[in-house]
């Protein structure tokens, strides 16, 4: 019989909590269908203040967050569900990633917060929920990022052809996946792919990003100001690592701009475009030579823009959105997420060591019965 699970996650941008309906049978995995389920505004401003570095906020306020995120999670879940005409009843999980508020890797312990009260979505679902993905990596020594690298693996792995998949959220991260079935997966985060620039295009305009880089594709790139960004010590760091908005943030926008004076915004927004691409590319020439193709999903896949400038960068590799591959670029992420969950509730492990750096496999994600 297939099963179908239900994959939840919000990016970095806290836009619109992403729901896909999967479903496991005999040929594999097929996505359904997947909505888009907008955050209310006063919700998206709370949790980018908590997200912000220099939040200094109380436990109280965290946890109303936590647990209207949670509500907000389950409320995609549901509308999904009502959409799809589907009962619940059909449904073996929910794997949530919920909201990432903080990613340390680097701190002393590591740690890693992604809100939205799995408890909650159980008990307004009526499902068993899966989430937490990311501190069992952690506990083991992992970064806890990336962990779609597995789920890439497993649908995109070709025997005659060397590839990379690009994730371009608000962070770039690539998964290496090299033909011959011996050799191992790598995967990190590049640096920055959308985040900066949605930042700044908001800063300027009534609008969330920027639609197809037409904005950017305005300006030149400002050499002294990409300098310094490509100068950043994370680009050069050796995987496994990983980064989050966090680190990449308005701050750090801020003091790079205030060393390179004088720059009109619509340079400004070339240039951060011009730095996602050629931090990208450097990442690749650097730690995956000899690739034929790269394929890419997140909401980076339609910026005609930054597409064309990685297509001109990668020459000749091949440069192609996942939906190529029969894999919407919308929903690979949050469809990664229902196949993670569904890897726990079999008993399986989920994260790849010699990506984030842990000692050894390990079960991701803790089980939340209704």
């Not at 980018?48 to 907000?72: C, I, N, Q, V, Y």
């Not at 590049?190 to 300006?219: F, K, Q, S, Y």
């Amino acid at each position: 019989m297939p099963e179908r699970y239900i994959g939840l996650i919000s990016g970095t941008s806290m836009d619109a909590v992403d729901a896909v309906l999967v479903e496991f049978d005999a040929n594999g995995l097929h996505c359904l269908t997947g909505i888009a389920h907008p955050f209310p505004e006063s919700l998206r401003t709370d949790l980018k203040r908590l997200a912000a570095p220099d939040w200094r906020g109380d436990l109280d306020e965290f946890g109303r967050l936590d647990a209207m995120t949670g509500d907000l999670m389950a409320e995609a879940a549901l509308t999904l569900l009502a959409q799809a005409q589907v009962p619940a009843a059909t449904i073996t999980a929910i794997g949530s990633h919920g909201q990432t508020v903080r990613h340390r890797p680097d701190a002393n312990p590591p740690f890693t917060l992604q809100i939205g009260s799995p408890a909650r979505i159980a008990q307004a679902t009526g499902l068993t929920v899966v989430a937490d993905f990311r501190t069992a990596d952690m506990a083991v020594g992992g970064q806890g990022a990336p962990l779609v690298p597995a789920f890439h693996r497993a649908m995109l792995h070709h025997s005659g052809e060397n590839r990379v998949v690009l994730n371009l959220g608000g962070i770039a991260n690539i998964t290496t996946l090299p033909a011959a079935a011996h050799s191992p997966v790598q995967g990190f985060d590049t640096g920055p792919a959308n985040t900066l620039m949605d930042h700044w295009i908001r800063r300027h305009h009534p609008v969330h990003h920027d639609e197809d880089g037409r904005w950017a594709m305005e300006g030149e790139v400002m050499e002294a100001l990409l300098a310094r960004c490509l100068a950043d010590p994370y680009l050069a760091m050796p995987p496994p690592k990983s980064t989050g908005t966090e680190y990449f943030s308005p701050a750090w926008l801020q003091a790079h701009l205030a060393a390179c004076p004088d720059m009109s915004a619509v340079n400004v927004q070339r240039t951060l475009l011009e730095f996602t691409a050629v931090s990208i590319a450097q990442a690749m020439e650097t730690h995956a030579p000899g690739i034929g193709r790269v394929i890419v999903c997140g909401g980076g896949a339609h910026n005609g823009a930054l597409m064309s400038r990685l297509r001109a960068l990668l020459e000749p590799c091949i440069v192609e959105s996942s939906g190529h591959h029969g894999l919407n670029p919308d929903w690979v992420e949050a469809m990664a997420f229902a196949w993670l969950a569904r890897e726990r509730m079999q008993g399986r492990t989920g994260n790849l060591p010699a990506v984030t750096g842990a000692s050894r496999n390990v079960m991701l994600g803790g089980i939340h019965a209704p």
